[in-house]
């Protein structure tokens, strides 16, 4: 198990800030109203409500933002507005000095997926996989619960109905993953992951049949699906296809690549690109128990 940060408190500080694509402080409203209910205090970042094109902000205004909350000793967790795309072009400029001497929550989801990697697999240091800000009027209340639970040291265990293509057994490791074109980008890169022994998550969203394929032949080719513990698969929404179909949809393609490894293997987990999306912590040793009469993912 990677380091935990400190659980959060009635009290304490959380900022919310965008990394990626832009966004209002209208938008943000229900869930800084949320945290402000839980006892929270709520520091709004200074890219909420700025933009550059698509962005909030420049990359230097959307790195400065972070770098500044991520340094700022007050505030214990960073919950990410929303996705998008931009995170990757200030990945590089981050400096975890401060961060490593106080650690803190980094929450969010989907293109936050590159702080997530970087953070576990380089710094050792859990993070929080979950819906954002800008979901909240459209998330469960039970995906909304979960996300406290996670903040407060409150145990989240799942028990999921069968799924025909799960594979039974049992496995132990830590959590790693998440959205599946950013798990894809990073191969390579600084910010790859080291799957050896761990429990893959992946989830996405937006994407064409073809192209779900070969990202899990370049996840095989790359080893990242050899030597592990088990593997998580979430939602797969609003998936494409082209006029001539591929023949699979998204779960049969994911099950195709990972038959010839012997793991279990759990499908349908409520997170990702939907209302109902769990939190999970990233870093965080969980154990998987897959059989018959469905899954149980338990912390």
């Known amino acids: 198990m990677l380091l935990r940060p400190p659980s959060l408190k009635k009290g304490d500080c959380v900022c919310i800030l965008s990394t990626a694509r832009k966004i209002t402080l209208s938008e943000i409203t229900p869930a800084i109203q949320t945290f402000e209910q839980w006892g929270l205090k709520v520091i709004i970042g200074d890219t909420i409500g700025i933009e550059d094109h ?89 995906a909304i619960e979960t996300l406290r639970c996670e903040l407060f040291g409150e145990a989240n265990n799942f028990i999921l109905d069968p799924h025909p293509l799960n594979r039974a057994g049992t496995s132990e490791g830590i959590l790693i993953g998440g959205n599946l074109s950013i798990l894809y980008s990073i191969t390579g890169t600084r910010s790859g992951i080291n799957t050896f022994g761990k429990i893959l998550f992946i989830e996405d969203i937006d994407e064409y049949r073809y192209h779900i394929d070969r990202m899990m032949i370049n996840l095989k080719r790359s080893g990242k699906l050899h030597n592990l513990a088990g593997v998580i698969v979430g939602s797969f929404s609003e998936i494409k296809d082209n006029p001539i179909p591929f023949g699979k949809d998204a779960y049969e393609i994911v099950a195709e690549h990972l038959h010839q490894f012997d793991y279990p293997v759990c499908f349908g987990f409520p997170a990702g690109h939907i209302a109902d999306s769990r939190a999970i912590a990233i870093g965080k040793t969980y154990k998987m128990n897959v059989g018959t009469e469905g899954a149980k993912i338990t912390s």
């Open 54 to 142: 698509q962005y909030a902000g420049t990359d230097a205004q959307r790195l400065m933002d972070f770098q500044k909350a991520l340094d700022n000793p007050t505030v214990k967790a960073i919950i990410c507005a929303r996705g998008g795309y931009g995170t990757v072009r200030m990945m590089d400029d981050i400096n975890y000095d401060e961060f490593m001497k106080n650690p803190k929550w980094v929450v969010g989801f989907s293109d936050v997926t590159y702080l997530h990697t970087h953070i576990s697999n380089n710094i050792g240091i859990q993070c929080i996989h979950s819906i954002m800000p800008v979901q909240f009027l459209k998330s469960t209340p039970q």
